[in-house]
């Protein structure tokens, strides 16, 4: 599927693709796991072409131990209710 490709890919696909991004977006601070998909390479990836953070599900806060490669990160979709949305950010 298309969320996998970078479990999928070649270290080489992964990284030009990063790269790529890295271009586009004129930026290597953050990075967000697509679909939130991800395994220890493709960390190693995202740290090797320069990102100095990136984000994965989990739907919990954030802590200060966290890993910074593995930041988690609340879902917020159009459905998401501000009641639901404060919650989250207590």
Do not use: H, W
């Not at 990284?15 to 586009?24: G, P, Q, W």
């Amino acid at each position: 599927t298309r969320g996998a490709e970078m479990l999928c890919n070649s270290k080489e696909e992964v990284i030009a693709d990063l790269k790529t991004s890295i271009e586009i977006t004129n930026s290597k601070t953050a990075f967000c796991f697509p679909f939130y998909a991800y395994n220890n390479a493709t960390v190693e990836n995202v740290k090797e072409v320069g990102f100095k953070l990136a984000f994965v599900g989990g739907n919990k806060k954030v802590s200060r131990i966290d890993n910074k490669y593995l930041i988690p990160r609340y879902v917020i979709q159009k459905n998401t209710s501000l009641n639901s949305f404060i919650n989250m950010i207590k």
